[in-house]
C-alpha cells in the first residue's frame, strides 16, 4: 500500500509540473494575491477544458458571480471560478498524499525486529506484526490474552497483600494494641484487585463499617478480624485481633442525637431529645418543606409568560386602533364634505378639523383618536411645505386601513384635475361609509352575544343547582 502511494503522489507531483506552462500567457495577467492557487492553475485549466461545458453551466451560481463582479458578461470570471474549485480538489489530494507518506516512513522507522511479545497483567493486548520471509511480507493482528497465574504466584500475591492489609486496616489508629478510631475495612487490595471478606468476633464493639461502638469498656475489649482474601479462585484466612477503646473520634452533632434516639425511649410513643451535646444546652426546631422557595422559579416561569404575551396585547391594541379608525370613518367624510360644502379649501377643511379636536382633547384627556391624531399630523406637513397631494396621500397610507387609502386617493385625484366633483365623490362614499358602519356594529353586536352566551350558560347551571340540590337533599330515600 506504501509503494502504492508513493507511486500515485509522484505521477499527480510531475502532473502539476508538466502544465505549469499550460495557457501560461492567459494566467499571467491574473493577480497572484487574488488567485491563491495560481500555481495550481496549469492543472486546472487543463482539467476544466478538458471536461464537458454542461458541468459548469450552473445558472444558480453564474447569478451570484454576476452579483459579485457586477459585470453582464462574466465569461472570463465564470471560467476561474470553475478552474479554482478543480485545483482546490487537486491540491488537497496532493497535500493529504503527501502527509501520509511522511506519516507512513514515520511509522517504518518505529518497527523493530521482535523475537517476543508481552503478555500483560491486567488485560489481553493486540500487536500488528509484519511477517517477513524470502517470499514476501504478510501483516498479521495477534491478540495475546493477559497472563495466567501458577498456584505459586496466586499464593505470593496473597502474601504480599496480606503483610499490607493489617495497615490499611489500622487507618488512622497507631497500633492494634489500641484502636480508638474507625477502622478501614477495606473489600479490595493491591494492584492484583484481591478481593478481601470479613468476619468480626463481636459486632456489637465493631461494625461493617469499622465504627467502634459507644458501649466499649474504658480498659477496652479484645475483637478478632478475620480477613478471607480471594485472588484467582485460589482463598486463604488472615485473622488478628485488635484491642478496641471507646472512639476519641469527635461525633457530630447528628450523630449524637441518633444514638440517643436510637437507645432511648424504646417503648414509649415519644422521644425526648437530649437537652445537652458536650456539655452544651442545644434547642430543636422542626423543619417542613417550604414553598417559599419555588416562589422565584414561579416568577421567572410567569415573568418569561408575560414577556410573549406582551406581542399579544400589542396586537389587540392594533386591532383595537383599526376598529376605532373604521368607526370614526363616516365623520372624517362627513366633515370633510361640511367644510368643504361651506368653501374651505381641503387644507383649511383639514385644519379646522384638526382645531376641533385639539379642543375636544383638552377637555377630555382620554378622547384620544387615531384618525384626528393622523390627520394632525398631516395637517403640520402641510403648513411645513409638503404638497396636499402628498400629505394626504401619506395620511391614507400611515392609517392603512382600505377605506382612508380610498378617501386619500379621491381626494388627490381630484385635487390634480380639478375640485368640481368632489362632493359628488364625498356625498357617496360618505353613503357607503354609514352603511358600512351599520354593517360594522351588526357584526359587533353577533360577537358581544356569542361572548356572553358562556356566562349566560353558567348562570343558568348555577340557578338550577341552587334550586335542585336543597329540593333532592330535602328527598327521604
Given at each position: ?8 503522489f ?18 499571467r ?27 459548469f ?14 459585470k453582464e ?6 471560467y ?27 511509522e ?16 489481553s ?35 504480599k497483600n ?6 490499611e ?15 478501614n ?6 494492584k ?58 469527635k ?9 440517643y ?35 422565584p ?16 396585547d ?8 383599526n376598529?376605532?379608525l373604521?368607526?370614526?370613518y ?5 366633515k ?11 387644507k ?13 382633547k383638552?377637555?377630555n ?22 404638497p ?16 382612508y ?12 384635475r ?5 362632493t359628488l ?33 353558567l ?19
Amino acid at each position: 500500500m506504501t509503494k502504492f502511494i508513493i507511486v500515485v503522489f509522484l505521477v499527480l507531483s510531475a502532473f502539476i509540473v508538466f502544465t505549469i506552462p499550460y495557457r501560461h500567457r492567459y494566467k499571467r495577467k491574473l493577480s497572484k494575491k487574488k488567485h491563491k492557487l495560481w500555481g495550481l492553475y496549469g492543472v486546472g485549466m487543463l482539467i476544466v477544458d478538458r471536461l464537458p461545458k454542461k458541468i459548469f453551466q450552473n445558472t444558480g451560481v453564474n447569478n451570484d458571480l454576476k452579483k459579485i463582479t457586477v459585470k453582464e458578461h462574466i465569461i472570463k470570471e465564470q471560467y476561474f471560478y470553475y478552474v479554482e474549485k478543480v485545483c482546490i480538489v487537486v491540491g488537497v489530494i496532493w497535500l493529504t498524499l503527501g502527509v501520509s507518506i511522511a506519516v507512513l516512513y514515520s511509522e517504518s522507522k518505529t518497527d523493530r525486529q521482535i523475537s517476543k511479545v508481552e503478555r500483560s497483567v491486567k488485560s489481553s493486548n493486540n500487536y500488528n506484526v509484519r511477517i517477513i520471509d524470502d517470499v514476501g511480507e504478510e501483516t498479521v493482528k495477534l491478540n495475546v490474552a493477559k497472563k495466567q497465574y501458577t498456584e505459586s504466584e496466586k499464593q505470593k500475591v496473597l502474601e504480599k497483600n496480606k503483610k499490607v492489609l493489617l495497615k490499611e486496616v489500622l487507618g488512622k489508629n497507631k497500633s492494634q494494641n489500641k484502636v480508638n478510631s474507625k477502622l478501614n475495612l477495606v473489600s479490595e487490595i493491591g494492584k492484583e484487585k484481591v478481593n478481601v471478606y470479613w468476619k468480626i468476633s463481636d459486632k456489637n464493639i465493631i461494625n461493617y463499617n469499622g465504627e467502634i461502638s459507644s458501649n466499649v469498656k474504658k480498659q477496652g475489649e479484645v475483637v478478632t478480624l478475620t480477613a478471607t482474601m480471594t485472588f484467582k479462585k485460589k482463598t486463604i484466612d488472615y485473622s488478628f485481633g485488635v484491642n478496641v477503646y471507646p472512639s476519641s473520634d469527635k461525633k457530630s452533632k447528628g450523630n449524637y442525637v441518633q444514638e440517643y434516639v436510637d437507645e432511648n425511649d424504646k417503648y414509649s410513643n415519644q422521644v425526648k431529645l437530649p437537652q445537652q451535646i458536650n456539655g452544651k444546652k442545644v434547642t430543636y426546631r422542626e423543619t417542613k418543606d417550604t414553598v417559599g422557595k419555588y416562589i422565584p422559579i414561579i416568577g421567572i416561569i410567569v415573568g418569561i409568560t408575560l414577556f410573549f404575551l406582551k406581542d399579544k396585547d400589542l396586537k389587540k391594541e392594533v386591532e383595537k386602533r383599526n376598529r376605532q379608525l373604521l368607526n370614526d370613518y363616516p365623520e372624517i367624510v362627513s366633515k370633510i364634505l361640511l367644510y368643504y360644502g361651506a368653501g374651505l379649501s381641503i387644507k383649511s377643511a383639514i385644519e379646522r378639523m384638526v382645531a376641533e379636536y385639539n379642543v375636544e382633547k383638552k377637555k377630555n384627556s382620554k378622547a384620544f383618536r387615531y384618525a384626528f391624531e393622523e390627520l394632525s399630523m398631516c395637517s403640520v406637513k402641510m403648513k411645513s411645505g409638503v404638497p396636499e397631494t402628498v400629505a394626504i396621500s401619506e395620511y391614507g397610507n400611515r392609517c392603512n386601513i382600505h377605506c382612508y387609502i380610498k378617501l386619500a386617493g379621491l381626494i388627490e385625484q381630484n385635487l390634480k384635475r380639478g375640485t368640481k366633483e368632489l362632493t359628488l365623490v364625498l356625498k357617496s362614499e360618505l353613503k357607503d361609509a354609514m352603511n358600512e358602519r351599520k354593517n360594522n356594529l351588526l357584526k359587533n353586536g353577533g360577537q358581544v352575544s356569542t361572548k356572553l352566551l358562556g356566562p349566560m350558560v353558567l348562570m343558568l347551571i348555577i340557578t338550577i343547582a341552587i334550586i335542585m340540590v336543597p329540593a333532592l337533599l330535602s328527598i327521604n330515600i
